[in-house]
């Protein structure tokens, strides 16, 4: 019989594919830089943790890769009998291991905790912690409670590297230790799947990215046949259009009945079908009529700690590091102006008052995609009273170009997503950012901004990340310069 990880199992919940493929093709997994940043952001919680259930560190860490299995299930019934923290406590049995994050000694009983770096408490957390008590259990180990400590996202650091209070706790014993059959069940049906010579046929779907995203979708995908136009580029399906969609087993757009689309995913089916854009220039240039130069194009990167590393500042708070603006006159000259902080310094207030003065006064401010922008300049008004009158005042300034897009131009190339990166290449065809070395996305851009403030970083190599941060985030604006120009039919001078 194969023993089974927590993590297995968990991924059998998930997908009992998924479950096949970890175990017999573990080397078809490709994880997209998402989920390898998240499994980096659970180390450093994990690493918080310890200090804060351990202040006296006291405790033991076991670490099952350089001390092997066998070795720290052993080294865990022995540190059972000391009555100090245990992290990492390895436990075998019932064809499944787990290793428990935190082991608290209580009495003659031990308390479990199982830490996340999710703001509260998810389903799956809650199989997690089903899985985690039943094999300690199992194990013999008197189990007085089980608790999920996660981030609470409310908590303000004060800095001094004070972490208490960073997490919070929910009980889940009664639930987990109500879970023994349930648990046992999983245990039995995964073994089942693992045991199979070839994977089961499921097709992909929404379980491929929830809860987690699965690293074998691009293996799945290749092995099943490809829809030419697929439905999944209908943008904004309604749980109605879901629902008809499965039932019938649809699989290509034109397969989807018109009356049960509305006027935007009707264009997208149109446009898709026909090979044609769709370009309604003068309604675009009605709609931008009403804002006169000189303008201003803005866009903003920023970078969110799970951890906070600087005072006064929230988990997840979304940090703004670095902007470009684009300035537009009235004769179509064009003059840029960029903001980018790799001190490794809390970057809020340089940031907040250079974009006062790269805005001026007066003028509209385009971006793309409002809610964004809009809600950051609100947080660095909250963090600086004294800055907060310009700041708003850039607020009731934004124009948002994203819905002139997603209204009046459509391409084909699109596969149903009005994102920048979607209608630039297909409306300005000269830009790509796949040209740009390095940086390319969001996600690149922040993983370049950690690798610049980290002090083991070289200067040779900073400069080079400056120079890709620059760079991906002028062209962000400079593309929205040149959407407006082609929602408007301006010429636009060097």
């Given at each position: 019989?194969r023993t089974?990880s927590?993590?297995?199992?968990?991924?059998?919940?998930?997908?009992?594919?998924?479950?096949w493929?970890?175990?017999?093709?573990?080397?078809l997994r490709e994880?997209?830089?998402?989920?390898?940043?998240?499994?980096?952001t659970?180390?450093?919680v994990?690493?918080?943790?310890?200090?804060?259930?351990?202040p006296?560190?006291?405790g033991?860490?076991?670490?099952?890769?350089?001390?092997?299995?066998?070795?720290?299930f052993?080294?865990?019934?022995?540190l059972?009998q000391?009555?100090k923290?245990?992290?990492?406590?390895?436990?075998?049995?019932?064809?499944?291991?787990?290793f428990?994050?935190?082991?608290?000694?209580?009495?003659k009983?031990?308390?479990?905790?199982?830490?996340?770096?999710?703001t509260s408490?998810?389903?799956y957390?809650?199989d997690?912690?089903?899985?985690q008590?039943?094999v300690?259990?199992?194990?013999?180990?008197?189990?007085?409670?089980?608790?999920?400590?996660h981030?609470?996202s409310?908590?303000?650091?004060?800095?001094?590297g004070d972490?208490?209070?960073?997490?919070?706790?929910?009980?889940?014993?009664?639930e987990?230790?109500?879970?023994?059959?349930?648990?046992?069940g999983?245990?039995?049906?995964?073994?089942?799947?693992?045991?199979?010579?070839?994977a089961?046929?499921?097709?992909?779907?929404a379980?491929c990215?929830?809860?987690?995203?699965c690293?074998?979708?691009?293996?799945?995908q290749?092995?099943e046949?490809q829809a030419?136009?697929?439905?999944?580029w209908?943008?904004?399906?309604?749980?109605a259009?879901?629902a008809h969609?499965?039932?019938?087993?649809?699989a290509?757009?034109?397969?989807?009945?018109?009356?049960?689309?509305n006027a935007t995913?009707?264009r997208?089916?149109?446009?898709t079908?026909?090979?044609?854009?769709?370009?309604?220039?003068?309604?675009?240039a009605?709609?931008?009529?009403?804002?006169?130069?000189?303008?201003?194009?803005?866009?903003?990167?920023?970078?969110?700690?799970?951890?906070p590393v600087?005072?006064?500042t929230?988990p997840?708070?979304?940090m703004?590091f670095?902007f470009?603006?684009?300035r537009?006159g009235?004769?179509?000259?064009?003059?840029?102006q960029?903001f980018?902080?790799?001190s490794g310094n809390?970057?809020?207030?340089?940031?907040?008052q250079?974009?006062?003065?790269?805005?001026?006064?007066r003028?509209?401010?385009?971006?793309y995609?409002?809610?964004?922008?809009?809600?950051?300049?609100?947080?660095?008004?909250?963090c600086?009273?004294r800055?907060?009158?310009a700041?708003?005042?850039?607020n009731e300034r934004i124009?948002?170009l994203l819905?002139?897009?997603?209204?009046?131009?459509y391409h084909?190339?699109?596969?149903?997503?009005?994102?920048?990166?979607?209608?630039?290449?297909?409306?300005c065809p000269?830009?790509?950012y796949d040209?740009?070395?390095?940086?390319?996305?969001?996600?690149?851009a922040?993983?370049?901004?950690?690798e610049a403030?980290?002090?083991?970083?070289?200067?040779?190599?900073?400069?080079?990340?400056e120079r890709?941060l620059?760079?991906?985030?002028?062209?962000?604006?400079w593309?929205?310069?040149?959407?407006?120009a082609a929602?408007?039919?301006t010429?636009?001078k060097?």
């Open positions: 019989m089974l927590k993590s297995k199992l968990l991924a059998f919940r998930q997908c009992p594919k998924r479950l493929l970890e175990v017999h093709q573990p080397q994880d997209a830089g998402a989920t390898q940043a998240s499994f980096a659970g180390h450093q994990g690493d918080i943790a310890r200090q804060l259930y351990d006296h560190q006291q033991q860490l076991i670490d099952p890769q350089a001390e092997g299995f066998d070795a720290a052993a080294r865990t019934q022995h059972l000391s009555r923290p245990i992290f990492e406590a390895g436990f075998r049995a019932e064809g499944a291991l787990a428990a994050d935190v082991l608290l000694p209580v009495g009983k031990w308390r479990m905790v199982e830490v996340k770096s999710s408490v998810k389903d957390h809650r997690d912690a089903a899985v008590s039943f300690a259990r199992a194990c013999g180990v008197p189990l007085q409670s089980i608790a999920l400590a981030i609470d409310q908590w303000t650091y004060p800095g001094h972490y208490r209070g960073l997490l919070v706790e929910a009980d889940l014993t009664e987990a230790f109500a879970r023994t059959e349930e648990v046992r999983w245990i039995a049906q995964a073994q089942a799947v693992a045991a199979r010579k070839t089961p046929h499921i097709a992909t779907g379980q990215s929830s809860p987690y995203e690293g074998f979708v691009a293996h799945c290749s092995q046949p030419e136009h697929p439905v999944h209908l943008p904004r399906r309604s749980q259009l879901k969609i499965d039932e019938h087993g649809i290509e757009l034109r397969d989807v009945p018109d009356g049960l689309l995913q009707q997208v089916k149109a446009a079908l026909s090979g044609r854009a769709f370009f309604d220039q003068g309604a675009a009605q709609a931008l009529a009403a804002h006169k130069l000189p303008g201003c194009f803005i866009d903003f990167e920023t970078i969110q700690f799970a951890v600087w005072p006064s929230r997840y708070q979304q703004p670095q470009s603006v684009h537009l009235r004769t179509g000259q064009v003059k840029h960029a980018l902080d790799l809390n970057p809020s207030r340089p940031f907040a250079a974009l006062i003065a790269a805005c001026g006064q003028g509209p401010v385009f971006v995609n409002a809610a964004f922008e809009t809600s950051r300049i609100r947080e660095l008004a909250e600086h009273p800055l907060a009158p700041l708003h005042a850039i124009v948002d819905p002139i897009a997603r209204q009046h131009y084909p190339s699109q596969q149903g997503s009005w994102s920048i990166k979607a209608v630039l290449p297909a409306l000269d830009l790509h040209q740009l070395d390095g940086v390319q996305d969001g996600g690149a922040q993983q370049a901004y950690l403030i980290a002090p083991a970083t070289q200067a040779p190599r900073k400069a080079e990340l890709q620059l760079a991906y985030c002028h062209l962000d604006t593309a929205m310069v040149r959407l407006w929602f408007t039919a010429a636009l060097d």
